[in-house]
T-cell receptor, first 112, second 114 residues
Framework: DQQVKQNSPSLSVQEGRISILNCDYTNSMFDYFLWYKKYPAEGPTFLISISSIKDKNEDGRFTVFLNKSAKHLSLHIVPSQPGDSAVYFCASLSYNTDKLIFGTGTRLQVFP | DGGITQSPKYLFRKEGQNVTLSCEQN?????MYWYRQDPGQGLRLIYY???????QKGDIAEGYSVSREKKESFPLTVTSAQKNPTAFYHC?????????????FGQGTRLTVV
């Protein structure tokens, strides 16, 4: 039972354009959401997060949007750069627990 | 210099042998995690610990065991009961549930069983 789903395994975007990565979740108890970036043979690194009391959080080129009624969040990267090419994971924390659940990841490729 | 350390980065073992992966953090974090990643797949939770001397099974705990005798250490043992142990293993830590902040990851350990 996949509680956090990233239905697009890959995404290809031209440099300078917007990258939109999507994530859906099924557990209404999730109240904190995170995005991580991962390069091959390295550990994931934190990008940006959002609490369920918000619907948007922005940090530089990265913006995360949360739609609680749809149980959907998305990560926007504007403008996309070649260095953004990596695998992106969304993750969720349940209310009152430390169980951190990850999605299956989306491989982003930004081409010149 | 605070961080989370996994060692070694690459590990080879013969089939049927138990192997223990090390994870140490000096961030004073309460919560620690172990994840497994297979090629083309996401991070699947093996075990997690919210506090010393306590841990819970994740989604794929069969064939693995952990201990949390010290706050800074959360070793993972891959036992011979794990049918497909070859994978990339990631350890992470976070301040804990009341902090609602990100988890920090180590560099990972690539385990190959031959």
């Amino acid at each position: 039972d996949q509680q956090v789903k990233q239905n697009s395994p890959s995404l290809s975007v031209q440099e300078g354009r917007i990258s939109i990565l999507n994530c859906d979740y099924t557990n209404s108890m999730f109240d904190y959401f995170l995005w991580y970036k991962k390069y091959p043979a390295e550990g994931p690194t934190f990008l940006i997060s959002i609490s369920s009391i918000k619907d948007k959080n922005e940090d530089g080129r990265f913006t995360v949007f949360l739609n609680k009624s749809a149980k959907h969040l998305s990560l926007h990267i504007v403008p996309s750069q070649p260095g953004d090419s990596a695998v992106y994971f969304c993750a969720s924390l349940s209310y009152n627990t430390d169980k951190l659940i990850f999605g299956t990841g989306t491989r982003l490729q930004v081409f010149p | 210099d605070g961080g989370i350390t996994q060692s070694p980065k690459y590990l080879f073992r013969k089939e049927g042998q138990n192997v223990t992966l090390s994870c140490e953090q000096n961030l004073n974090h309460d919560a620690m995690y172990w994840y497994r990643q297979d090629p083309g797949q996401g991070l699947r939770l093996i075990y997690y610990s919210q506090i010393v001397n306590d841990f819970q099974k994740g989604d794929i705990a069969e064939g693995y065991s952990v201990s949390r005798e010290k706050k800074e250490s959360f070793p993972l043992t891959v036992t011979s009961a794990q049918k497909n142990p070859t994978a990339f293993y990631h350890c992470a830590s976070s301040p804990g549930v009341l902090m609602n902040t990100e988890a920090f990851f180590g560099q990972g350990t690539r385990l190959t069983v031959v």
